[in-house]
């Protein structure tokens, strides 16, 4: 296959590939990706504290408040939907409608904080804390359009995940889906999901193919 | 008169917490003209707020270069996104 110098998104491994200068072909790391999404998340976090900060001193209006997060936090979706799925050329009109859907009610729970914040009900505190959890929703698109996106590349294969911890304090909910090891896609809730630490979790969920053959012997196991 | 130094003073708070200028005057001015009600009090209107909340193709290309513009993103992975298939 022929391609111009750049990234490309391999199907069949759920992989991101670049072409160097040099004409070397290497794929991106998963970990990469992983340091990616989280560089940005937390770029977003600190913007959207600043901007939350100026709202409770009373500097920014409700409404101006309430209009800057619903359009960093539309961006932030569709940021990390597509880093899951693939890059921008995968996204269809279905993902849309489920970032859609998402937003709407994301975006309600901002107008009532809005209120809030107008009426001088929230402190400083309580805001940061409403904050961490819209951006870890945000953060759950990525694990959300992986699963979607990722189909089993052939019949008679299988896809299986795992929950793998994060560099962070660990509640009893992730300690639980990290020991049950290996499980059918789709089976464990994505990092942030069903979960005591909620939108803090900074786990991971690891994703491979093999035959559909295997997937009992492969079922519970950590190996 | 007392609408413009609101204006501003918006513009400046947000260019305090970091939202590049563009954005800051694009985002209040949309307020202002949207708002429909005591835009200095009151929260977005709620059916607002619902339609807001719709994901189109050029929120896509806005979610895109906001992904090219941040510093948080390093140079070399920018295009990431941008990812062919294959």
Known sequence: MDFLPGYWFDLRTHRYHVRLLNGRQQFVARAEVMRLLEAHVNAKQDLLTGITQQAIDGRLSPSVWQATMQQELKRLYLQNRALGAGGWDRLTQQDFGHIGGRLQSEYRHLRNMAQQIANGEVSEAQALNRLRMYLGNARREYWLAEREHRRPSAPGKAIIERRRLGIADHCDDCVRYNQMGWQAQGMLPPPTVNSECGGNCRCSLDAKEIDAADVAAWIGTKR | ?86
């Open chain 2, 1 to 86: 008169m007392a609408k413009v130094a609101w204006s501003e003073a918006q513009v400046q708070a947000l260019l305090e917490a970091g939202v590049d200028r563009v954005d800051a005057e694009r985002i209040v001015t949309w307020v202002e003209k949207n708002h429909g009600g005591d835009v200095e009090r009151d929260p977005l209107p709620e059916d607002l707020t619902d339609r807001m909340a719709e994901v189109s193709e050029a929120d896509a290309l806005d979610a895109a270069a906001d992904w090219m513009a941040s510093p948080a993103i390093p140079n070399r992975y920018k295009r990431l996104l941008h990812a062919r298939k294959a």
